[in-house]
């Protein structure tokens, strides 16, 4: 167990990996609280960590003497994006249960830039967006992103999981995971909660969509007060980007870019037998 009122275990990413629905599922076992909110981006994020740690044991203050505590934020795993997220994390945590889900690095990717591109902060060209943005292909480094952990925690400490792995057993690797982070009986996988977090056909949402059809006071004027060509253009504006698609050539590009990292992971997890499923352009 931790040091009272701090995590026993950690979901440390990868962002769009599925770690809410983890995140979900933990939560509905008996005997494991998870921190509402589900991401508090701690270690990470200054103006977080400048809470304090007196306001980051308070998250885990709603649970129950003998619960196994835990929290989920892929922030931890954006290197370069926050650098002291370790350091942080070892000052105070000394040996954590690190729980790190990946899935296909090149729809990882994807996703991220989808959703980027649904709130208006990426172009509708992904490879300007790529070439724009970095940390896009940053993330699915995930060697890049784990070994640093393995280096200052311990190889035994951190666990390798994946959507893919998740997806094809949940149950059992949903004991996998139990298992590792000490929870005192087997785990039950919860279908009915289904998949959480999960991207949609992304509408791009545009500043003038929200003041003027999102907004409920707004709603109630605007037939007056806006023209109804001004309001049909609003609202075309909502369709006016295809959701976007990767260029086989950038596709390409990214495979490649990724397929020596598959390797590495199979030597830094070599007990993990499906990693494959994570790399499916090397078959």
Known sequence: MSAPGLPDFLI????????????????????????????????????????GMDWYRG?????????????ASTHYTKLPTYPETIARMAAVLASPRLVYVIRDPVER??????????????????????????ELIAYSRYPMQIEPYIDRFGAGNVLLTSLEQITSDPEGELGRIGVHIGAGQALSWK???????????????????RLLVANPV?????????PKAVRQRI???RLRDERPQLPPDLRRRLEETFAPDA?????????????????????
């Open 12 to 51: 440390i990413g990868a962002m769009k990996s599925g770690t809410t629905t983890l995140q979900v599922q933990l939560e509905a076992q008996p005997g494991i609280f998870m921190t509402t909110p589900k991401e508090p981006n701690f270690f990470s994020d200054d103006p977080v960590y400048a809470q």
């Open 191 to 209: 279908p009915e909660l289904g998949a959480q977090n999960v991207s949609r056909d992304r509408i791009r949402v545009l500043p003038f969509h």
């Open 109 to 134: 990717a994807l996703s991220q830039y989808l959703h980027e591109w649904s709130r208006g902060s990426l172009g509708h060209d992904p490879v300007a967006a790529f070439e724009a943005t970095p």
């Open 218 to 226: 707004a709603r109630a004027l605007r037939r007056g007060l806006v």
């Open 59 to 71: 998250l885990f203050a709603a649970a129950a003497p003998g619960d196994l505590k835990g929290e």
């Open 235 to 237: 609202r075309n504006s």
């Open 263 to 283: 390797a590495r992971l199979a030597e830094l997890f070599p007990d993990f037998p499906a990693l494959a499923r994570s790399y499916p352009f090397l078959a």
